[in-house]
């Protein structure tokens, strides 16, 4: 081994490198290497040690950071560290806690309830076992159990803030930003991640423009890495975190960090009562107070809060003390109950970037907000009609637009949103919504299809009637891709000028709910209708009108339990699949301005339904041009009839 002396002192890294390789060749050695912060790090020590293996030599090294792992090139012989669960956070803290001790029922009790509120951190386990270690009165662990995290924050050696902290000084400053804006949301609370992506944009915290959303997962990804951020919820498929949070002592060094006033300040906001009214006073704000459990009484009716940029020497003491002008969001901290507000005040807010005006029901458009220029990112609930206006177009700025309401006909959006050139998203936010029409006539339908307004239909999981109108675009895929994107209460859908690849029919097929189908002017295009999946199980109604279906090939099994078939205006169709007669369940066949042919096909698809034992089925054909309705009916005894009603 190499002797520390005052000659070892005095020698470069390079050379001590040198020494420390030549003394572990050819020895069996086992090297731990704790807390790797980076991949910089890694690559300077590993020169240190010998390239063969040495008669089974292991270097063991734990970190931080995923990246530093990946680095390593050993993935098949790396742990990832999960949090512990109760047991074992138990059995860490009864070992640090007690040693070799015999434990009293209460100690123990107690104790469990400490070990589990330290939420499986290793590290806090160890700190309050160690700090309780030398107490013995059961009162001081009670007090300990009401609020691990302060007696962890009073450690006096600030072994935890010590660890964390290092963690968040090996950021760069885009992240340290990202991380602290967990700050603003509420404490211990599941953050859906859609909604701090568009914070982290509107602040402006990722500087590359073309792709602000990558690199935003970017961001995110990485601070998962660093075991920074918590993943709550992921997407199906595994590939996308849908929802995250942060231990809450990474929580406390967010607030630390905002409290420090470098990156933002954030204020609380006044809530005023005025006539039996609450009104949000924005002009009226006062230092951010941390709310916990028992101190609900400080925002009964809710909390909004505001960030601020921070004070700046370089500016003059006016510029500095005007509040409104280093305003840059306003938002809802905690659940609100509705009130009112000062639409007269957003104008003071010339530089504001976001409003989240969630729980403050707004019985037309604040015109006042036409003013903020530099919005980027605007949430509006409604409790009336609101008529969005075309001045919408005035907040160039604006990058994700945000409505909330009861139902869809409340919202009204102009033609010229759509102009707004730094727009990522306009999301409708729609409660109990049962039937929905969507059309895209004098909208350039790919905006939408870009924008993806139809992404989140799923989501609607009351809508039970569906229509799409102008819904189409030259260049595919307007239309969701897969019927998991519908959402699976659906019973009625309507199609008419949507153009869709007959083949498309196959993804509607799947919806496992659909009763009725109507497939009207230019639903499709193509001639040649196949089925190829065994669909439509709860298909009572298809209606098809005005397209050029010429061939359709599909059996009983394509269409199980289809009650009423209804053909308009199929002026190229000549025969209905004959496999329709196994149909047992088919009650009528509707022709209105069909060939001939047609009506001779759906008369023998009626006589041979009958001759396999089913139900009669009424054949109704319609010759608009004559204004005649005639019913066939099919008797063994008395052959086809042709009866004029």
């Known amino acids: 081994m190499i002797k520390m002396d005052d000659a070892i002192k005095t020698k470069g890294e390079a050379e001590l490198a040198d020494m420390l390789q030549k003394s572990l060749k050819r020895k069996r050695y086992l090297i731990v290497l704790d807390d790797i912060w980076s991949c910089e790090v890694w690559d ?67 104790g469990k309830k400490i070990a589990e509120k330290c939420h499986g951190l290793p590290l806090t386990i160890v700190v309050v076992a160690g700090l309780l270690k030398s107490k013995r009165a059961i009162e001081d662990w009670e007090s300990v159990a009401k609020d691990v995290k302060s007696f962890v924050t009073n450690d006096p ?110 204020n609380d906001i006044v809530l005023e009562f005025d006539s039996g009214w609450t009104y949000l006073s924005m002009r009226k704000m006062k230092p951010f107070k941390r709310v916990i459990g028992d101190e609900i009484d400080y925002c009964r009716s809710g909390l909004y809060r505001a960030l601020l940029t921070p004070v700046h020497r370089q500016l003059r003491d006016h510029d500095n003390n005007d509040l409104f002008n280093r305003t840059r969001l306003i938002f809802s901290s905690y659940p609100c109950t509705s009130h009112l507000f000062r639409k007269s005040e957003i104008i003071h807010f010339k530089l504001l970037k976001v409003l989240e005006l969630r729980n403050i029901d707004v019985d037309h458009f604040p015109v006042q907000i036409l003013s903020l220029i530099w919005l980027r990112y605007l949430s509006l609930q409604c409790g009336k009609k609101v008529g969005i206006p075309p001045e919408i177009c005035r907040l160039w700025n604006l990058q994700t637009f945000i409505v909330k309401a009861p139902s869809l006909w409340k919202i009204t959006l102009p033609e010229e949103i759509w102009g707004l050139m730094q727009l990522r998203g306009v999301y409708l936010r729609i409660q109990n919504v049962k039937e929905l029409g969507l059309s895209a ?175 009669p089925v009424d054949v109704r054909i319609s010759d608009p041009f004559w204004g005649r309705v005639f019913t066939i009916q099919m008797n063994i005894s008395k052959g086809v009839q042709g009866q004029k009603d």
């Open 44 to 110: 300077g020590m590993w020169r240190c040690f010998p390239t063969e293996d040495s008669a089974g030599s292991r270097i063991l090294l734990t970190t931080h950071n995923n990246e530093v792992a990946r680095d390593v090139g050993i993935e098949n012989l790396s742990k990832q560290m999960n949090f512990m669960d109760q047991d074992e956070s138990w059995n860490l803290f009864k070992s640090a806690a007690f040693s070799n001790e015999v434990l009293s029922s209460e100690f123990e009790t107690i």
């Open 157 to 266: 050696d600030e072994r935890c803030s010590r660890v964390l902290g290092l963690s968040y000084d090996h950021l760069t400053s885009d992240l340290k930003t990202c991380l602290v804006h967990f700050g603003i949301f509420p404490e211990d609370s599941d953050i859906p991640v859609k909604r701090l992506v568009r914070s982290w944009m509107a602040e402006g915290f990722l500087k590359l423009e073309n792709d602000l959303e990558g690199e935003a997962e970017k961001c995110l990804q990485e601070l998962v890495d660093r075991c920074l951020v918590l993943v709550c919820k992921k997407s199906l498929d595994g590939t996308k975190i849908r929802s995250c949070k942060v231990h809450d002592l990474i929580y406390d060094l967010c607030l630390r960090e905002i409290q420090r006033e470098n990156i933002f300040i954030m």
């Open 441 to 615: 006539y004098q909208i350039d339908s790919k905006i939408i299809r870009d924008f993806g307004l139809l992404n989140n239909l799923v989501h609607l999981q009351q809508l039970e009637t569906l229509s799409f109108i102008y819904c189409y675009d030259h260049f595919g895929g307007f239309l969701p891709a897969s019927a998991k994107a519908f959402p699976a209460t659906l019973k009625k859908l309507k199609l008419e000028s949507t153009y869709l690849s007959l083949s498309y029919l196959d993804i509607i097929a799947e919806l496992p709910n659909l009763e009725v189908l109507k497939l009207m002017y230019r639903a499709c295009d193509g001639e040649e209708w196949r089925p190829t999946v065994m669909g439509f199980n709860r298909l009572k109604l298809l209606l098809i009108e005005q397209n050029d279906l010429k061939y359709w090939k599909a059996t009983h099994d394509n269409f199980p339990v289809l009650e009423r078939l209804m053909l308009r205006c199929c002026y190229y169709l000549d025969k209905i699949p004959i496999k329709f007669a196994e149909i047992h369940t088919l009650q009528l066949i509707d022709l209105t301005s069909c060939l001939p042919e047609l009506g001779e096909s759906a008369a023998q698809i009626q006589k041979e339904h009958e001759d396999i034992g089913n139900n």
